[in-house]
């Protein structure tokens, strides 16, 4: 199994990009979104059960970012929104077959499939 994460680039503070995430073949029932800056641990940024029945953000893009999924083509989505340059990270598509409960959706070992990463880059 493999996930392909997507839709990187550079964007300027105040701009905004879509990421993808593409699972090969398969849907999971939780998936994650994780962001990793220069010199600091990764962070849970976002994550959603496939059912759309819950949804959860880190305290540092709640009200800027969204998190969405299209059930056919079978993709998950992370619209980031009103960016910052602190922004600025390798982001990550996660999966697991398991639906979440509310306290493990921000905890990044509770993921058993990650994609290869896609960077954002704001400047100021």
């Known amino acids: 199994v493999q996930l392909q994460a997507s839709g990187g680039g550079l964007v300027q503070a105040g701009g905004s990009l879509r990421l993808a995430c593409a699972a090969s073949?398969?849907?999971?029932?939780?998936y994650g979104w994780f962001r990793q800056a220069p010199g600091k641990a990764r962070e849970f940024v976002a994550a959603?059960?496939?059912?759309?029945?819950?949804?959860r953000y880190g305290d540092s893009v709640a009200g800027r970012f969204s998190i969405s999924r299209d059930v056919a083509n079978k993709m998950v989505y992370l619209q980031l929104g009103s960016l910052k340059p602190e922004d600025t990270a390798v982001y990550y598509c996660?999966?697991?077959?398991?639906?979440?409960?509310?306290?493990?959706?921000?905890?990044?070992?509770?993921?058993?499939?990650w994609g290869q990463g896609t960077l954002v880059t704001v400047s100021s």
């Open positions: 996660a999966a697991t077959s398991g639906s979440l409960i509310w306290s493990s959706m921000a905890q990044e070992n509770t993921y058993d499939y």
């Open positions: 073949g398969r849907t999971f029932n939780t």
């Open positions: 959603i059960r496939w059912s759309g029945s819950t949804r």
